[in-house]
């Protein structure tokens, strides 16, 4: 006997097992410390948060877009150790929903 699971539950349990894995990901993750990289970025950031500019109160040869990113993280998650790593995570799956709804939208079954 063939049992037959509806498209919506299936979704659903996709869904529920998505979230259960990033959540243990995202725990995982934001107990990394930053690179070298991140941890200047996210003190040019906290400068920024007090006052001081990018360019003419600090140095630094980035573009701005990613002093920027790192000033968003801040602002959303506090000045902590694990703030930049949480922002990155939250933009990692924006860019996988965006990834499955493109998939989804462009026909590709296995998306949904």
């Known amino acids: 006997m063939k049992v037959r699971v509806?498209?919506?539950?299936?979704?659903?349990?996709?869904a529920a097992a998505y979230l259960a894995i990033s959540a243990v990901c995202f725990l995982?993750?934001?107990?990394?410390?930053?690179?070298?990289d991140q941890a200047v970025f996210d003190y040019l950031a906290w400068l920024k948060l007090h006052g001081r500019s990018y360019y003419s109160d600090s140095f630094e040869m980035a573009w701005p877009g990613t002093l920027i990113?790192?000033?968003?993280?801040?602002?959303?998650?506090?000045?902590?150790?694990?703030?930049?790593?949480?922002?990155?995570?939250?933009?990692?799956?924006?860019?996988?929903?965006?990834?499955?709804?493109?998939?989804?939208?462009?026909?590709?079954?296995?998306?949904?």
């Not at 509806?6 to 996709?14: C, V």
């Not at 995982?28 to 070298?36: A, M, Q």
């Not at 949480?86 to 998306?111: I, K, M, Y």
């Open 6 to 14: 509806s498209p919506s539950w299936a979704m659903a349990a996709a």
């Open 28 to 36: 995982h993750y934001v107990t990394l410390y930053p690179s070298p």
């Open 69 to 112: 990113i790192h000033e968003a993280g801040l602002r959303l998650f506090g000045p902590h150790i694990w703030s930049s790593r949480a922002f990155d995570f939250v933009l990692l799956q924006l860019g996988a929903f965006g990834g499955w709804l493109f998939a989804r939208r462009s026909g590709f079954r296995a998306a949904g």
